[in-house]
């Protein structure tokens, strides 16, 4: 894909405009939408992206810029719609035009930032694309290393063809199940090198949509010197990203659940009872917003077609995002919270499920944070776990890690994050 610049972002924007028929389809659908325009003045997407259209149509460059700033200045609440979009897309799944919100509030955010309207409050610490992050000073500063593993600098002297993408929040935070995986996927007979890198989809959600399309192209580029035929992952959203990347065309794409129901695998019945905190418990898969095509949950329910279980209200193709992405908590962390709560308590409680099994790192992440916000005993839903941690020996402390990312800034590395990250 070309790298969003303010130009090609304008005319994502203005092609839905034009396009959007004015039915409100999607407003009932987003909580978003239903207030875009103010308290009481819901608008479509379409309608959104015509607001910014019409504001800067026929001018360029900077008078282009000032026109988006002065929209915002006269119309606030249009900037707090686009920057409260978890964007994903749930809202056009129904469009009979095909307008698809995930690229226009994309585009949107570019044009804020373009704009000067969002500068890096909060984003800095999820910049991807330097050398620190969030993610990358975790691992440092607590010693989580993979030196001594096949990675894409050395994959050909190792001789490996398969690269194994396990996304930021299983690398970072739950490392001695991505060895485990890693070691598994060794034992297929699969020559596996690790890739400790993002994604890019933090870049995107700051819009810096052109800095994400650099960063994920030249990681595409580094597995193909290295000579990587096969790229795995664990999380949809990452397997999402690379789809869209140029020359990715050249890999094989695979969804580790794949891999995973191909060889038989089976959960372990003392983990799921230990997990659930009940014997014979009945589970319910919860699909990423990036997995309605199934590649994800279609295997994954046959992994567990043994458990008893249950669906969601909300799965498969029209699945709802966990809460966590558009990093929409930068603006309204309740708005977060409560979509977290709706796809972790809610409809969960309401199907009867004790366990909910997420099929997303970060989902799981964002789940874990929602129950550490709440006041104690404030919620007694089901429990919940990552896939993996069903499937393999080691998983996610998440006390552990919350405590870890704290004590990050107050140890003697503090000084240092705050120069690098703040």
């Not at 993979?146 to 930021?168: I, K």
């Not at 598994?184 to 690790?194: C, D, I, K, N, R």
């Not at 096969?230 to 580790?256: H, K, M, Q, S, Y």
Request: net charge negative; hydrophobic share 45%; charged share 25%.
């Amino acid at each position: 894909e070309d790298a969003m610049s303010w130009n090609t972002a304008f005319e994502v924007v203005s092609a839905a405009a034009a396009a959007c028929r004015g039915c409100g389809a999607c407003v009932p659908r987003c909580e978003v939408l239903a207030c875009a325009g103010g308290a009481d003045e819901p608008l479509s997407v379409g309608e959104v992206a015509a607001a910014f259209a019409d504001a800067a149509a026929g001018d360029d460059g900077e008078s282009a810029r000032a026109a988006v700033a002065a929209l915002a200045a006269e119309r606030p609440e249009l900037v707090l719609a686009v920057r409260r979009c978890c964007m994903d897309g749930f809202c056009t799944l129904v469009c009979p035009d095909g307008i698809d919100a995930r690229g226009v509030f994309s585009a949107l955010r570019v044009l804020l930032h373009e704009a000067r309207l969002t500068g890096d409050d909060g984003f800095t610490m999820t910049r991807v694309d330097q050398e620190w992050h969030i993610f990358s000073a975790y691992r440092a500063v607590h010693g989580i290393f993979y030196n001594d593993l096949p990675s894409l600098e050395n994959a050909r002297a190792w001789g490996a063809d398969t690269l194994f993408f396990p996304g930021c929040s299983l690398v970072s935070y739950a490392p001695e199940l991505t060895r485990e995986v890693f070691a598994w996927l060794q034992e297929q007979g699969a020559s596996v090198a690790l890739s400790a890198d993002c994604c890019g989809s933090p870049l995107r959600s700051g819009g810096l949509a052109d800095r994400c399309e650099a960063h994920k192209a030249a990681l595409v580029g580094r597995a193909r010197e290295a000579g990587i035929k096969r790229v795995v992952f664990v999380c949809p959203g990452c397997r999402d990203e690379w789809e869209t990347t140029a020359g990715a065309e050249a890999f094989e794409l695979v969804a580790l659940p794949e891999l995973l129901a191909a060889a038989g695998a089976r959960p372990r019945p003392e983990k799921v009872a230990a997990l659930a905190g009940c014997d014979d418990p009945v589970l319910a898969m919860f699909d990423s917003c990036h997995d309605r095509d199934g590649r994800f949950g279609g295997p994954l329910r046959r992994i567990f077609a043994d458990c008893q279980s249950v669906e969601l209200d909300h799965h498969g193709k029209s699945a709802l995002c966990c809460g966590a992405a558009g990093a929409v908590s930068l603006v309204d962390q309740p708005l977060c919270d409560a979509r977290a709560h709706r796809v972790l308590d809610e409809e969960p409680r309401e199907a009867g499920a004790d366990l909910v099994v997420a099929n997303c790192p970060t989902c799981a992440y964002t789940f874990a944070a929602t129950r550490r916000g709440d006041a104690a005993g404030a919620v007694a839903g089901p429990a919940f776990c990552q896939y993996l941690e069903l499937l393999f020996e080691a998983g996610f402390d998440w006390s552990g890690v919350f405590g870890r990312l704290e004590s990050m800034w107050s140890g003697e590395y503090g000084p240092w994050l705050a120069q690098e990250l703040l």
